[in-house]
């Protein structure tokens, strides 16, 4: 058990290393939540510039807009705008699945870019990517629209990509839209996430829409903020398709063109990573009156809690079907939480993740009896911690846009029974000896929404945690006496 | 409900169970404006065509599925082989994050990189603050005995001086006036990551002995020093240490990360391991010569050892396949005055033998090739000495005088005659040279998997299946580890181009009722 008193010492520890000045700056960023005293939430600083030089695992306004909002819409095109590194790094990384004949009329998994040489930053870009536009139309006739996603050069030599994009939108009779998300901007991907939702309110929302009119009913419903990563919107939408709402869109996982334009029909949005899509949603609620509803479909208690939250919108219909779906998982969910449950109760889980995942995944551990004792954001915001600490049921260490260096100090003190971080954490956390599950990628599995999700979810962390490697790491030599 | 008890499935085979089927065939139909399955099949057949690939060549502006990547990547891996170093890039953060994630999926290792976090105040102002507070604060952290700093495009493009910079650093008492932090400036609009890992070497050598040459003797150390470049093959540093172990010959490796990307699980995290120490890069000019493995991009560092250290810099060839490796060992012992050892003359043995039993199956068989200069270059002389008949060699990040160096090692081979040789061109590219032209193969690294499936998609027929073996390769465990390079990199390579062969045969045999013959046991 974490105490406050441990874990306020811990972070004094870790602290005392920094210079002063980023000593003091980080000091903000780290704090203990202990249930029943004055929320922690409030009290920790975030969406802060990053300290130079300390391994922040933080990425970029590029990757906010092209890896996480943009990327997967799957039948438009995503150009990386700028040289050829970013587009390559972020190539099919992401694992947002969706069906389509890739290169034909999907185009998810590719890497599109302007691969800016020495003579387009000099000269500027924008006459390269008018060319560009035209010959993306003529060898990928299928696609939907472009977005041109701007690498940092764009935004630093004065190029006008706007009047670019105006200009071949006209000509091609395609949505075009300019995205100024150089990864110099702001401080995070979060910037990068504000910046795309807003291209796709001017640039989607606000003109006429490219695809048919769909006729529109009572129970029409939008996924917002589900990137379909290991197929996790599906698993989501098939329980909303069960319990008798009409799913008309997903933002953005396997998402299309025509899904983001009729979304503004819609009855509720329904909000799974409030992060990414907060503005889109608060956007709709005031421009076409569609309320919205954060949910979470993590593990089995939220996701009943969900359904019944998001059935109370409806009539008695969704409300019935609503508990029809719980009900119809509920033996499943059983047999899981039973099967697991044993194995994996009162392991001590630290997570550091992004978007909606260091408070959303709680519930589904608490369903297999572990405990959370220390969370954080790479790019949260303070709404996202007061969201959190609602959710902590005993002392949790708090640490936002937490360094290499503190991440590594907090679990070499708390030695937790399992981390769940990103690729950059992996490795390292391995060669501890302490299990590790990637919560970005899923580790290549899932998905982990919906109950298909948590039986895949409960798997992993037991194939992971109880695995007989991290009873390997010591040669049994050292043990013996002699 | 798709999920038993009996058996938990994740994403394949679980959408493949019919209520999910009808769930992604109903959200196609009515919710996603979706072409008709006829415009795509005849925009996929049309996408196959002569008349399609006489466009997609014709493209002047738009870059699809680039096969090279940017400098600041190839400066991080530089640096991480030297001893107790931290890579530092200079710039936007997104870029490290990139580096670090890309190096992990590749190596399955962890990556210690910083950044120093600019932004648009940064843009505006110049980031020479963020250095300052970067340097101090990564000393601080990471306690490293050297900073070695990149760049990042944002960087470059407001043109951030580094060396003006850093000397600043110190003047302010960032970090101490002899701590060393040797610098490089990589802007990805100019080459690719190779360009990056010879600048950064080429800065490291710089800061170390550009003035202090004056007690500096080449031969006078009796090492010879190697540069295996962008090289991510562990298993190549290894071998080439080994055989100049076996020669007797003393040598430095300039950068060598083998150990620093392949730590063990033992309950400990090191975030620095091995790596080329200072005082080998101080006594480096003193070595007999300097060999490039890479010949073709190396460029920035030849010329600094030329002048500077004044070595001859032999030419040698990448060591790939027989004749390569065994002119590099007489080139090192012409150079060193020691002679190729019986343990390797034993080895080249070994190989031979290899290449007789399997060439019955290599002879005449059709690769492409994509990847970086040296390595298709290297991979293209091995083929040809196995008597397979390399079609398309592309490389993105190539020049003229590399297409004139390869016409020269076809023409000189009767397996070389079919041979195409594409530079600066990219993976859409070579999709519709494959289907245009169908090699029996295709080399390169995981990139290629769409490739394979584009051209299967056209039917069995055309598929063109790959063998992965360049970087990154992120699909498939460990083939990092292995060695690419010398003797025993060609029974790796030959090993895994035979063994695929014979994997595809069974895989196309094994129709029961049909393709009875040729499945066989023996083979």
Same mark, same amino acid.
């Given at each position: ?33 202990? %249930? ?35 990327? %997967? ?28 004949? =890739? ?45 041109? &996603?701007?690498?940092? %050069? ?9 009047? *670019? ?84 869109? &997903? ?14 029909? *819609? ?62 998982? &509920? ?17 001590? *889980? ?22 959370? *004792? ?21 002392? =949790? ?11 590594? &100090? ?65 040669? %049994? ?6 | ?159 951030? $001086? ?103 699980? $033992? ?36 010329? +600094? ?20 490796? $065994? ?126 499936? $584009? ?61 009875? +013959? ?6």
């Amino acid at each position: 058990m974490l105490t406050r008193e441990k874990a306020e010492s811990l972070i004094q520890e870790v602290l005392s290393v920094y210079p002063a000045e980023a000593g003091k700056e980080r000091a903000e960023h780290l704090a203990v939540s202990s %249930p029943g005293e004055e929320s922690a939430g409030s009290c920790v600083t975030a969406n802060r510039k990053s300290q130079p030089g300390v391994m922040t695992v933080r990425g970029c306004a590029y990757a906010g807009s092209k890896g996480v909002v943009w990327g %997967p819409i799957k039948d438009m095109i995503h150009l990386s705008h700028g040289p050829v590194g970013c587009g390559q790094y972020s190539r099919a990384g992401r694992r947002n699945y969706y069906i389509g004949h =890739t290169g034909i009329n999907a185009f998810g998994t590719m890497n599109f870019t302007s691969d800016f040489q020495e003579k387009d930053v000099v000269f500027g870009g924008d006459k390269k990517l008018a060319k560009l536009l035209g010959e993306i139309n003529t060898l990928f006739p299928l696609n939907r629209g472009i977005s041109i &996603q701007s690498e940092c %050069p764009v935004g630093l030599i004065g190029d006008d990509i706007e009047a *670019v994009a105006k200009e071949q939108s006209a000509l091609l009779q395609k949505p075009i839209v300019p995205v100024r998300c150089e990864g110099f901007r702001g401080v995070s991907q979060s910037l990068g996430h504000h910046i795309a939702n807003d291209t796709i309110r001017d640039y989607i929302l606000d003109r006429e829409a490219s695809s048919p009119a769909i006729d529109c009913g009572k129970y029409d419903v939008a996924i917002i903020g589900d990137y379909n990563i290991g197929g996790d919107a599906w698993s989501s939408r098939i329980l909303l398709e069960e319990m008798g709402l009409r799913v008309v869109a &997903q933002w953005s996982g396997d998402g299309t063109l025509a899904e983001l334009e009729r979304t503004s029909k *819609v009855k509720l949005n329904l909000v799974h990573c409030y992060r990414s899509m907060n503005y889109i949603s608060r956007h709709m609620e005031v421009k076409y009156g569609i309320p919205w509803l954060e949910y979470n479909f993590f593990g089995p208690s939220k996701i009943a809690e969900s359904l019944r939250k998001i059935a109370s919108r409806f009539d008695a219909t969704i409300q019935e079907g609503a508990e029809r779906v719980i009900a119809k998982y &509920q033996d499943l969910s059983d047999a899981i939480t039973a099967k697991y449950r044993p194995r994996l109760q009162g392991k001590r *889980v630290m997570l550091y993740v992004g978007g909606l995942r260091p408070r959303h995944v709680i519930g589904a551990y608490e369903d297999l009896g572990m405990e959370v *004792v220390g969370t954080g954001y790479e790019f949260g915001h303070g709404d996202d911690y007061e969201r959190t600490v609602e959710d902590l049921k005993q002392t =949790t260490l708090i640490y936002d846009d937490a360094s290499a260096y503190e991440l590594e &100090q907090f679990v070499e003190k708390i030695r937790p029974d399992l981390i769940g971080s990103g690729i950059k954490e992996k490795y390292l956390f391995q060669k501890m000896g302490i299990p590790f599950r990637q919560m970005h990628s899923w580790d290549y599995s899932g998905p982990y929404h919906g109950y298909d999700g948590y039986a895949i979810f409960a798997r992993d962390m037991d194939m992971t945690l109880n695995n007989p490697c991290w009873k390997m790491m010591k040669p %049994p030599w050292q043990n013996s006496t002699c | 409900m798709s999920q038993t008890m009996e058996q938990i499935i994740p994403c394949y085979p679980l959408f493949q169970e019919a209520e999910y089927r009808s769930l992604l065939r109903n959200k196609a139909e009515q919710f996603e404006n979706r072409y008709s399955p006829e415009d795509v099949d005849t925009t996929f057949h049309w996408s196959t065509t002569p008349e399609y690939k006489a466009l997609n060549f014709s493209r002047e502006a738009l870059t699809v599925n680039p096969a090279k990547a940017c400098q600041p990547l190839g400066a991080v891996l530089c640096a991480l082989g030297f001893q107790k170093t931290l890579p530092y890039v200079h710039g936007s953060q997104g870029c490290t994050a990139y580096f670090r994630t890309y190096f992990n999926r590749h190596f399955k290792e962890p990556v210690a990189c910083v950044s120093d976090s600019m932004t648009e105040d940064a843009a505006v102002f110049g980031g020479q603050k963020n250095l300052f507070a970067g340097l101090e604060n990564a000393k601080a952290l990471y306690d490293p005995e050297m900073i070695a700093v990149s760049s990042t495009c944002m960087a470059e493009v407001i043109g951030d $001086d580094l060396n003006a910079f850093i000397n600043n650093a110190k003047k302010e008492g960032r970090i101490p006036e002899e701590f060393p932090t040797p610098f490089a400036h990589t802007p990805s609009f100019i080459g690719s990551h190779l360009t990056g890992w010879d600048n950064m070497l080429e800065g490291v050598l710089r800061y170390f002995t550009l003035n202090e040459m004056a007690d500096k003797e080449p031969g006078s150390n009796g090492k010879l020093n190697v540069v295996l470049g962008f090289e991510t093959y562990l298993g190549n540093y290894r071998v080439i240490k080994r055989m100049l172990r076996e020669m007797g010959v003393a040598y430095t490796l300039l950068s060598d990360p083998e150990m620093v990307l392949d730590t063990p699980a $033992d309950g400990k995290y090191r975030m620095y391991a091995g790596g080329t120490t200072q005082a080998e890069i101080k006594d480096a000019p003193n070595a007999i010569d300097t060999l490039l493995l890479q010949s073709w991009s190396l460029d920035k560092s030849k010329k +600094y050892l030329k002048e500077s250290w004044n070595h001859a810099v032999t030419p040698v060839d990448a060591p790939y396949g027989l004749a390569a490796t $065994d002119r590099f060992l007489m080139a090192v012992a012409q150079l060193t005055g020691k002679p190729i050892p019986p343990s390797l003359e034993l080895e080249r043995g070994r190989l031979v033998d290899m290449i007789a039993d399997s060439h019955s199956w290599l002879h005449g068989r059709r690769f492409s090739i994509f990847g970086d200069p040296d390595f298709v270059m290297g991979m293209t002389r091995f083929l040809l000495e196995l008597g397979a008949e390399p079609l398309h060699l592309l490389s993105h990040n190539a020049t003229k005088r590399w297409a004139k160096g390869m016409e020269q090692l076809l023409s000189a081979s009767p397996f070389g005659k079919e041979a195409e040789i594409h530079f600066g061109r990219d993976l859409w590219h070579l999709r519709s040279l494959l289907f245009e032209k169908k090699p029996d193969f295709l080399i390169g690294n995981s990139y290629g998997k769409e490739l394979q499936r $584009d051209t299967l998609h056209k039917g069995k027929e055309y598929e063109v299946p790959l063998i992965r073996i360049g970087f990154p390769i992120f699909d498939r465990h460990h083939l990092h580890r292995n060695a690419t390079l010398g003797y025993e990199g060609a029974m790796y390579l030959l090993t895994t181009l035979v063994n695929e062969i014979l994997a595809r045969l069974d895989q196309e045999t094994s129709i029961m009722g049909e393709t009875d +013959y040729n499945f066989d046991l023996i083979r």
